[in-house]
């Protein structure tokens, strides 16, 4: 996901895709862990993202006080 993509969401969207983000992390790293998974860089890419929407979130509090 691009942060352009994370601009136009909402903030209620925001919330919903972090929680998405990080349960499909957490499956994948459960699954990494008893089987070598096909492609592990994917691992980081989910990392990176859940990053970029939790920033997303931060700046949107920051802007609002």
């Given at each position: 996901?691009?942060n ?9 969207e ?6 998405e983000e ?21 691992i ?6 859940i ?15």
């Open positions: 996901m691009k352009k993509e994370i601009v136009g969401l909402s903030d209620q925001l919330m919903d895709k972090i929680k990080e349960a499909s992390l957490n499956k994948l790293t459960l699954n990494h862990a008893v089987s070598p998974v096909e492609n592990p860089a994917k980081r890419a989910d990392r990176r993202n990053a970029r929407l939790n920033t997303e979130v931060n700046k949107r509090k920051k802007t609002a006080k």
